[in-house]
């Protein structure tokens, strides 16, 4: 069955601090995998990655893909409170469907 | 398994007939949401309910497109006389309470073509 996997569940962090979440799948036909801020009602678009080893940038965040080691990780650099949300990781099958994971809590403490 | 379900999974119709997707949010989750999603693109809000408010209709970008949500729990996104810009796969969430931050639930979507 597929699955992604976020780690951690939630993170506690200060301020200028700089933060990894990580998200792996194991997903059978992979197309792309998609990253996401969630804080309000609607979530966010971050990036979408379908290459290896390539970094998509903006601003402070970033992500690469692993498409050997099946995961990706989202770095967010000198962390402010407006940071605080719950990211979101899904996986993109040959099908267009979405397989999502359950989320990382981030907050951000001034 | 007791996730958000959505059908059908792939859906090819012909421009101007009308199209029916259903999603199944997690039992005992008042706030139920539809969005859809171009491919490359950020999700893009249609419609959310929460419990027996009348719900937030603000997305959906057409009188062509409406919504049910019966009995508080299966919602149906209805799609009339489609057009070719309606393809994109359609994604159903769910949360608890629908306030803002609670973690939603996403269903694998529907993906529609219109040829």
């Known amino acids: 069955e597929d699955k992604v996997v976020q780690s951690p569940l939630s993170l506690v962090v200060h301020e200028g601090d700089t933060v990894t979440l990580n998200c792996s799948y194991e997903v059978t036909n992979f197309r792309s995998l998609l990253w996401y801020k969630q804080e309000k009602k609607a979530p966010t678009f971050l990036f979408m990655l379908?290459?290896s080893g390539i970094e998509k940038k903006s601003g402070r965040l970033s992500s690469i893909l692993d498409k050997k080691e099946l995961f990706s990780i989202l770095n967010i650099t000198a962390t402010q409170t407006g940071d605080s949300a719950v990211y979101l990781c899904a996986v993109v099958d040959s099908n267009y469907q979405l397989i999502w994971g359950a989320g990382t809590k981030l907050i951000i403490k001034p | 398994g007791a996730g958000v379900s959505q059908s059908p999974s792939n859906k090819v119709t012909e421009k101007g007939k009308d199209v029916e997707l259903r999603c199944d949010p997690i039992?005992?989750?008042?706030?139920l949401y539809w969005y859809r999603q171009s491919l490359g693109q950020g999700l893009e809000f249609l419609i959310y309910f929460q419990g027996n408010s009348a719900p937030d209709k603000s997305g959906l970008p057409s009188d062509r497109f409406s919504a049910e949500r019966t009995g508080g729990s299966v919602s149906t996104l209805t799609i009339q006389r489609t057009q070719q810009e309606d393809s994109a796969v359609y994604l159903c969430a769910s949360s608890s309470e629908g306030l803002a931050g609670d973690t939603q639930y996403f269903g694998p979507g529907t993906r529609l073509t219109v040829l």
């Open positions: 039992s005992g989750h008042t706030a």
């Open positions: 379908t290459s």
